[in-house]
């Protein structure tokens, strides 16, 4: 077995490395470097047999200590490439090497042994079909009822102005996401653009005043969908299902696999489940090395 290279993102062929992310038998937009040069800006890569197997390492240092951390708006990461098993074994012996604490999402593809606990997100595997409940349906026909219509919005300026104006604010109030990963989230935005693999949906009125809004990333195999917002939840005016309704037929002939992008809570793993998400377990690899007594505060 070739030596594992641990490499700095800036060194890495690029095109190789995107390559073996594509060409994986579970192909996430996640792991792709136009994703990652936004979400973990110093990452590196662990490179097995010629970029046969990879692995992005989204690492990060404090008190001289590296760790492997899970970068915001980014879900499974892991091992890309036809792993065997011993090829994971001698992945985690280096990883352990390497980083006193990691706490990180595989991909569902790939599977480590030890040090590990489930992660549920909800997908449609188109192949497999998918189906609206009646809440879904209702919401729908209110929305249709209203005469609203989904506009794509095409230029970069409006997207950005749309995060920075709608998403933001929302981020920040209701989930306490910090400004400085807002930053990250335009880049995001601004890169998926660039590479042609960002939609941007919006639901609008007979006015054309926007209800909904929703972004989308993706590759020939998978679409995500990365955030968005109803912006009057209190009329629940079916704006935000009428959006999701056109994005999983949109893609519905151009990729694999539709990711709704989580479903931890209770509320919207229902509302993704009545637009015909199917529960999708990955793990979350966690190992602590840390000395004490920072082992027990990272507990």
Known sequence: MEKI?????????????DKAILNSPFALVF????????????????VLDNYKVVMPLTQASKLNIKYLHQPPFTSQLGIYGNATKKDIEYIESVLRKNYKFIEIEQNAYSKFQNN??????????????????DNTKRNISKAN???????EVMDLESVLELAKSKIFSWLQKEHKVPEAHCVLLLK??????????????????????????GYFIFNNFHAVFLKGMSFNKKDNNGSMHLLMNYA?????????????????AAGIATFYKGLGGREL???????????????????
Do not use: M, R
């Not at 590990?116 to 409940?133: E, L, M």
């Not at 009822?145 to 506009?151: A, E, M, P, R």
């Not at 037929?249 to 931890?264: C, P, R």
């Open 116 to 133: 590990v606990k489930d992660k549920v997100t909800y997908v449609i595997d188109y192949k497999k079909g998918y189906k609206f409940n």
């Open 188 to 213: 995001l935005i601004t890169n998926a653009f660039e590479q042609k693999a960002l939609k941007c949906f919006v639901t609008v009125d007979e006015s054309g005043a926007p209800q909904a809004l």
């Open 145 to 151: 009822k209203l005469n609203y219509k989904i506009s």
């Open 281 to 299: 377990k990955y793990q979350v690899l966690k190992i602590n090395q840390l000395p004490w007594p920072l082992k027990l505060i990272k507990k």
């Open 5 to 17: 290279k641990i490499i700095s993102h800036t060194a890495l062929d690029l095109k190789k490395w």
């Open 31 to 46: 792991a792709q470097s136009f994703y990652l040069n936004a979400t973990a800006p110093n990452w590196k890569a662990l």
């Open 248 to 264: 999983v037929n949109y893609f519905e002939n151009k990729v694999s696999l539709f990711d709704f992008g989580g479903g931890a």
